[in-house]
T-cell receptor
Framework: DGGITQSPKYLFRKEGQNVTLSCEQNLNHDAMYWYRQDPGQGLRLIYYSQIVNDFQKGDIAEGYSVSREKKESFPLTVTSAQKNPTAFYLC????????????FGSGTRLTVV | AQSVTQPDIHITVSEGASLELRCNYSYGATPYLFWYVQSPGQGLQLLLKYFSGDTLVQGIKGFEAEFKRSQSSFNLRKPSVHWSDAAEYFCAVGNFGNEKLTFGTGTRLTIIP
């Protein structure tokens, strides 16, 4: 079945370390997105990509980096520069236009210890 | 810029009672509107969407929503809730030419027996 796979489901990181969250889709979608979710704040856009080898910053890109070397994959790196990385991270994809809506992965919960 | 307001942070209803979750958007032209549902620790699942045409939209799980341009609203309704409807609900808005969706802060729904 087609879908989006995020891994791992839970991730623990020590302060000062970089960590990479995986997002893979087999829906043949052009666009992919990373959101951060914190209680009471809804979903905030970190980065998005409309085509391979191209991506744009969202509303809260500081302390994060991404790559889009393959259409199927859009990994997110949470760097040590991110001041408060503990959150639930959601990856999504779409066929490219806002009218299609998004398909979401099941999320990764990152905790800094 | 587009924006979404979900004025109710938390709603509690009895099983079998009717439900209405409010969503107001801000955007000049005709928006694309969505409702998503999220179970704890999971990704978001699309309930329904509105692009144009009939202002009353039917979705999955017995939900419906009505687009009211005069009130800039897209409220979600269900005639009779089930315990399994307990979750968090997000309204989102997009528009033609902009592949990004803007999400509201969510409404958490609790069902009491």
């Amino acid at each position: 079945d087609g879908g989006i796979t995020q891994s791992p489901k839970y991730l623990f990181r020590k302060e000062g370390q970089n960590v990479t969250l995986s997002c893979e889709q087999n829906l043949n979608h052009d666009a992919m997105y990373w959101y951060r979710q914190d209680p009471g704040q809804g979903l905030r856009l970190i980065y998005y990509s409309q085509i391979v080898n191209d991506f744009q910053k969202g509303d809260i890109a500081e302390g994060y980096s991404v790559s889009r070397e393959k259409k199927e994959s859009f990994p997110l790196t949470v760097t040590s520069a991110q001041k408060n990385p503990t959150a639930f991270y959601l990856c999504a994809s779409s066929m490219g236009g806002a009218d299609y809506g998004y398909t979401f992965g099941s999320g990764t919960r990152l905790t800094v210890v | 810029a587009q924006s979404v307001t979900q004025p109710d942070i938390h709603i509690t209803v009895s099983e079998g009672a009717s439900l209405e979750l409010r969503c107001n958007y801000s955007y000049g032209a005709t928006p694309y509107l969505f409702w998503y549902v999220q179970s704890p620790g999971q990704g978001l699942q699309l309930l329904l969407k509105y692009f144009s045409g009939d202002t009353l939209v039917q979705g999955i799980k017995g939900f419906e929503a009505e687009f009211k341009r005069s009130q800039s609203s897209f409220n979600l309704r269900k005639p009779s809730v089930h315990w399994s409807d307990a979750a968090e609900y997000f309204c989102a808005v997009g528009n033609f030419g902009n592949e990004k969706l803007t999400f509201g802060t969510g409404t958490r729904l609790t069902i009491i027996p």
